[in-house]
């Protein structure tokens, strides 16, 4: 079965560091999310994307954060400078070309900053 | 604007016990609803989804959800409760008819099933 892969699984970094985090999505998936999900709570979107555009980036604190999806495929989610308020699990989804479609989540990334 | 309540942060019941864990939610237009699971360090695993039609729906693993438009719910429900359904349940709402798809989840409910 297909799956949204993610890496790293864990990342511990410094205040005011930079730091990347890489998403590939299903095979033939067009749309792309970007969540975060801080401990007790659910999910929050980051960013949309409708194959290499941004569709939706609104909660996305863009002092800060960046995202993209250069060839439509694989993303990349920074953070540059880390604050302590970014620890949290950042979630990548992806889904098929209806709206109601499911969307399929990767493993994670937990970040930890100190 | 769109949103998600899950009114009990846990829910404990006894190995082989029906369970509940409830939803409801509030978004203009039509809605469709998800519900997921997540284990520790884990990503969120699909159970079911409602579209239209019928209001009962089966998902993974035994478990169903009830559509109820005027009471704007939609419970998990599973008849028998397993240990290792434990874990943390997320509801979510997404509107069909607009092109911003991503889901609005609620807190989550921490289903606890004893031996």
């Known amino acids: 079965e297909a799956e949204v892969a993610q890496s790293p699984r864990y990342k511990i970094t410094e205040k005011s560091q930079a730091v990347a985090f890489w998403c590939d999505p299903i095979?033939?998936?067009?749309?792309l999310y970007w969540y975060r999900q801080i401990l007790g709570q659910g999910p929050e979107l980051l960013v949309q994307?409708?194959?290499?555009?941004?569709?939706?980036d609104s909660q996305l604190p863009k002092d800060r954060f960046s995202a993209e999806r250069l060839k439509g495929v694989d993303s990349t989610l920074k953070i540059q400078p880390a604050e302590l308020g970014d620890s949290a699990m950042y979630l990548c989804?992806?889904?098929?070309?209806?709206?109601?479609?499911?969307?399929?989540f990767g493993p994670g990334t937990r970040l930890t900053v100190l | 604007a769109q949103s998600v309540a899950q009114p009990e942060d846990q829910v404990n019941v006894a190995e082989g016990n029906p369970l509940t864990v409830k939803c409801t939610y509030s978004?203009?237009?039509?809605?469709?609803l998800f519900w997921y699971v997540q284990y520790p360090n884990r990503g969120l695993q699909f159970l079911l989804k409602?579209?239209?039609?019928?209001?009962l729906v089966k998902g993974s693993y035994g478990f169903e959800a009830e559509f109820n438009k005027s009471q704007t719910s939609f419970h998990l429900k599973k008849p028998s409760a397993l240990v290792s359904d434990s874990a943390l349940y997320f509801c979510?709402?997404?509107?069909?008819?607009?092109?911003?798809?991503?889901?609005?989840f609620g807190s989550g409910t921490r289903l606890q099933v004893q031996p």
């Open positions: 989804a992806s889904t098929g070309g209806e709206a109601t479609d499911t969307q399929y």
């Open positions: 095979s033939g998936h067009a749309t």
């Open positions: 994307f409708q194959d290499e555009s941004v569709v939706d």
């Open positions: 978004v203009s237009g039509n809605p469709y």
């Open positions: 409602y579209i239209t039609g019928d209001n």
């Open positions: 979510a709402v997404g509107r069909k008819d607009t092109g911003r798809r991503a889901l609005t």
